[in-house]
């Protein structure tokens, strides 16, 4: 199925709140609202409005800032308008004043004229550059939809995947208990933000706080827990792959080759942890969890438990311990 188009219309009406808020109204050209925007990216169209198009992307949004207001106001006062008339094309998607500006009634008109959309804002030029930059990172970052839970235990952003009924849920539960925070149960939405950080959140926010527990039914984290008990997106930096207790099968037990998944091209640690009755799951996630922390932070237990085995076997005392001192064998 085709993924639906990010347009104009769509930009006033996102619902983003401070450090991200973009402030934007519609002036002029509501006509074009319609129009697709279809690049992250932004333009400061200041060599174009002199009559140089050469390499001028007007595929992107264009910005204007006190540099480029002022020499649309000298435009006027000159009344040259030539440059302007070749400045509005089809492929434009809209042109955004910072700083609450207003331009010259002749480039409204000529906005009006060519369906382009004119947004205005209160923010800064560099502000609000930067925060648009990053509401289009998280539009048209790629993404994907998973089953299963994505929880925060002690800092770390844990997805817990595994077949239906392996106990993913029940889990999350015990570790909200605990007091860990659940981000969302079931639809997992991921996106790759900067090429290499994976953002995982609820597909619904009005849902992703409720969670199925099989017996009790629905029940909804804010609400028993309290607020502090949930987040709305998280980073992924582990999976925790559940799966049904295997005796035939050799599971690590040192932790020296840690396992890798790839999520939208970026590496994630995985580690699987076998499911049978008597085993303490929480208390088990709680403890990878603060590993993996020691690895970011430069320590590996695993590594460093393999290097002092190597050492006492160098020294000779492994064999001194395994024979004794008994001289008589």
């Known amino acids: 199925m085709a993924e639906k188009k990010f347009t104009v219309l769509n930009l006033l009406d996102l619902e983003t709140s401070g450090h991200d808020a973009l402030n934007l109204k519609c002036i002029a050209g509501q006509r074009g609202l319609p129009r697709a925007i279809t690049i992250a990216e932004i333009n400061r169209p200041g060599l174009a409005l002199t009559g140089f198009y050469d390499n001028f992307v007007s595929d992107r ?23 302007l008339r070749n400045f509005f094309s089809p492929n434009i998607p809209c042109c955004i004043f910072t700083y609450n500006l207003e331009p010259p009634e002749e480039f409204r008109q ?41 929880i925060e235990v002690y800092g770390i952003g844990i997805l817990l995947t595994g077949h239906s009924g392996v106990g993913k849920s029940e889990t999350a539960l015990e570790l909200v208990e605990r007091g860990h925070r659940l981000v969302a149960d079931d639809i997992i939405e991921i996106r790759c933000v900067n090429g290499n950080v994976i953002l995982g ?104 438990f393999n290097q002092n085995v190597l050492k006492w076997i160098e020294t000779g005392d492994a064999q001194t311990g395994y024979y004794g001192n008994d001289d008589s064998y």
Not at 67 to 82: P, R
Not at 201 to 213: K, V
Not at 246 to 264: F, V
Request: hydrophobic share 35%; charged share 25%; glycine share 8%.
């Open 61 to 83: 949004v264009q910005l204007f800032g006190r540099g480029e207001t002022a020499y649309l106001k000298k435009l006027h006062k000159d009344k040259n308008f030539e440059s």
């Open 110 to 150: 000529l906005a009006e004229e060519n369906c382009c959309p004119i947004l205005q804002t209160d923010l800064s030029s560099t502000e609000f550059s930067s925060r648009i930059l990053r509401v289009f990172s998280n539009i048209f970052s790629p993404h994907q939809t998973m089953h299963g839970v994505l």
């Open 201 to 304: 959140r609820g597909i619904n926010t009005f849902i992703s706080h409720h969670m199925e527990i099989r017996g009790l039914g629905i029940i909804n984290i804010s609400q028993l827990y309290g607020v502090g008990a949930i987040r709305d997106q998280k980073e992924v930096q582990m999976i925790v792959q559940l799966e049904e207790w295997n005796s035939n099968k050799a599971y690590d037990r040192l932790g020296t080759d840690q396992q890798y998944k790839e999520l939208l091209g970026v590496k994630i640690p995985v580690i699987e942890i076998p499911v049978r009755p008597g085993r303490n799951l929480p208390i088990i996630i709680e403890a990878a969890a603060m590993n993996e922390r020691l690895k970011n932070m430069g320590y590996n237990s695993a590594k460093d």
